[in-house]
């Protein structure tokens, strides 16, 4: 009796049609271009009828003068300017705004999440009252208080002194800036692109311990390298300016440093003090979620609670953390949107500006919409980057 084996070569083949994956890509693909007719029929329509009614459409108003001014913002704009200018301003206000809150929010959360967990009675209900207090009333209302307050301060020559540097008033928070801001924000990109080179070089190391079993010599003089090299390297080339302007007063208000609006910074405050109590209960949820045999094994080795945090807790935690908190970025730059209550000229509020002045709805809907769209998109990409980069592989 002989054993016969086919070879691969003698396997029936499968006819494309019947093949799953296939037929997958094929009915993905059949309902993207279903989608695609559905928009390009109601597009038409939507010409059509404007036509009808006299009303012109296209994106080409936006190299048209806009006819109105912005307040005080980050980037100028001038009446006169185009719409895309606008709209790049509302852009740039918006994202200026969402980085400094997320910032603000996670150092906050970060620190109440582990206060949550402290051993101090005082500490803990402290916390809990912070988080219990900010999360359970309208962001709306908070960002009003904050406006209300803000614009209640005494005028400038009577302004609240921090230091006798930085000055608060019903004009805003004045305090000392480089007199070459363009070269600020250049030295901020390089940091942030070195943050990134350090990150990536961690997790290049870490995978080679683990597939070789030796660690890399000199690893974290590379890592504090790969930070601050790029960014003095730019400041090096940009010809090292040290200049700083220092606010003074002189007549009614103060003159040189950068000033704060008042609506930027109810904006401001209203968005990071309110996220930052949903970032506290996520941090403090991930790290209970960490198995009690960890924690008891690393008691066991004498481990402080410092290193149990840090070499236990934490790299652990944030596979729970990472997911929830990209929610909460993304909620937060949505939540922008709620400068116009107090006329904050962010992408939302010159929308409606241009809206009103362009007579253009749908057009101008359609350019704010993929704006946040791209932003959200932006964060939940590199949410997913850094998730991965956390994941412990399992055999």
């Keep these: 009796m002989s054993l016969f084996i086919p070879s691969p070569e003698a396997a029936p083949r499968v006819p494309p049609w019947r093949n799953p994956r296939v037929r997958a890509i094929v009915w993905q693909a059949l309902l993207v271009l279903v989608l695609l007719a559905a928009a390009a029929w109601l597009g038409s329509n939507a010409r059509r009828a404007l036509a009808e ?140 692109a070195g943050s990134a080179l350090a990150l990536i070089l961690a997790h290049v190391a870490d995978r080679s311990r683990r597939r070789t079993g030796r660690r890399w010599r000199g690893l974290t003089s590379l890592e504090v390298a790969a930070v601050l090299v790029p960014p003095v390297a730019v400041w090096w080339l940009a010809g090292a300016p040290l200049a700083w302007s220092v606010p003074q007063l002189r007549g009614f208000n103060y003159v040189g440093g950068a000033t704060l609006a008042p609506e930027f910074l109810a904006i401001y405050f209203g968005l990071s003090l309110y996220i930052a109590a949903f970032i506290a209960e996520i941090v403090r949820g991930g790290l209970v979620s960490v198995d009690a045999g960890q924690i008891e094994a690393a008691n066991a080795i004498g481990l402080s609670r410092r290193d149990l945090y840090r070499k236990v807790m934490v790299p652990q935690a944030l596979r729970v953390i990472i997911p929830p908190l990209a929610a909460q970025y993304v909620s937060l730059v949505k939540n922008s949107s709620l400068g116009v209550a107090v006329g904050y000229p962010d992408l939302f509020s010159i929308s409606n500006t241009a809206l009103t002045y362009s007579g253009r709805t749908i057009e101008v809907l359609v350019i704010m919409s993929l704006i946040y769209l791209l932003l959200s998109l932006a964060i939940g990409t590199t949410a997913n980057v850094l998730n991965r980069l956390v994941q412990i592989p399992e055999r």
């Design 53 to 192: 009614r006299g009303m012109t459409s296209g994106f080409g108003f936006l190299l048209d003068p806009a006819q109105f001014a912005l307040g005080e913002a980050f980037f100028v704009f001038k009446p006169g300017s185009t719409y895309l200018a606008a709209f790049a301003v509302g852009l740039g206000n918006t994202v200026m705004l969402s980085i400094v809150s997320i910032l603000t929010a996670t150092v906050i959360g970060v620190g109440l999440g582990f206060a949550r967990l402290s051993r101090n009675a005082l500490i803990s209900g402290l916390a809990k009252a912070y988080v219990e207090a900010f999360r359970n009333t309208p962001q709306l209302v908070q960002i009003v208080f904050w406006y209300i307050f803000f614009t209640l301060l005494p005028a400038p020559r009577a302004a609240w002194s921090i230091f006798g540097f930085a000055f608060a008033s019903n004009r805003g928070l004045t305090v000392p800036a480089p007199e070459h801001g363009d070269v600020l924000l250049l030295v901020a990109g390089a940091l942030a």
